[in-house]
């Protein structure tokens, strides 16, 4: 159904850039590429940035046509639940509005947060929170599965709505090199709006185990730019397997860091895919020299070592400069040099996404 006219509007729009770019462009038409790209390069990169948009767009739309179908139910998309008030970035001193679409998720919240949760937890996550209730984004307690206690857990209601919040960064107040107990139990503040966490890779495991989700990672630079990467079926194994990292199909704007960015050598090396976890007291990485926790000032799961580490050392500014490349990096958006300013890596079932596909809009 929705498959089905998304990728014809699709080629349809890709036919119809075609179309356009033959009428103004006629040298396209020519043997000689050079001189196609010497004429039409502001062109053909437009061309080339509306085709990967309308891919995101399909791979989402099959995504949630697929998992539409293999759960037999349909939640009808919602707009946005209340049309907010513009809120102001203090720190940024912008206003946004919130759209649902957009990547504005948590980053502008003043409002007061409700009390963090109540005696008797109904939720698995915050979808199923956002579904019941929809509360206003906040930390409230979730219990993945029956048998376990349950835990306080950010929840971004924004978005889209029905994110659960793993990881953030936001002020580099929190130390984020540890030892393993602490990534296991997960550390930071648990309070605030602003709070930085770990959620821990223990809750991680339970709240991931079923591995039919949508990771979305948002990333801010220290200029306000922002930008965001989705993964799906996001999983990691439990303690006895070292919290080993699974992940499917990448989509998104920032590029694919998690597997290395770039051609085969990258991969190898920097390839996050099937790693296990490390701290600075356990080394599971595969650099033999050394370790890569120790290095990058992390718990995460490392290669030899990495092109994304969202748990490194907080650089003020961004640009910095050392013996390693530890800072809070995504390597193939803003280089392995340069420490990202906001961080955010959440997570909801993929029947969730709701026809717009939620942060799949230009930011
Ligand atoms: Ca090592």
Redesign the pocket.
Known sequence: MKTNNAVRDFFQKVMLVLLLLALVCPTMASSSPVSASDSCGPEVAALKRSIRKLENQLLIGTWQVEHIQTHKYFQAFQPPMSDPEPETDTALGVNHTSSGILDNSNMTLMNPLPPAGNLIVHDKDCSELFDRLKPPSGFYRIRPKIHQEPFLAYCDMEDGGGWTVFQRRRHGKVDFNRDWVDYRDGFGDFKLWNDEFWLGNEHMYSLLSDGKNLVKIDLMDWDGKRSYAFYNNFRITDEADKYRLQYGLYSGQAGDALTGGGGMVEQWSAGLSGMQFSTRDQ?N????????AQENKAGWWFNRCHAANLNGNFYRKGKYKGQQDNGVVWGTWRGLWYSLRHTAMKVRPLVFLDVMGSGAGEM
């Open positions: 080394d990485d595969r650099y033999v020299q050394g370790s890569c």
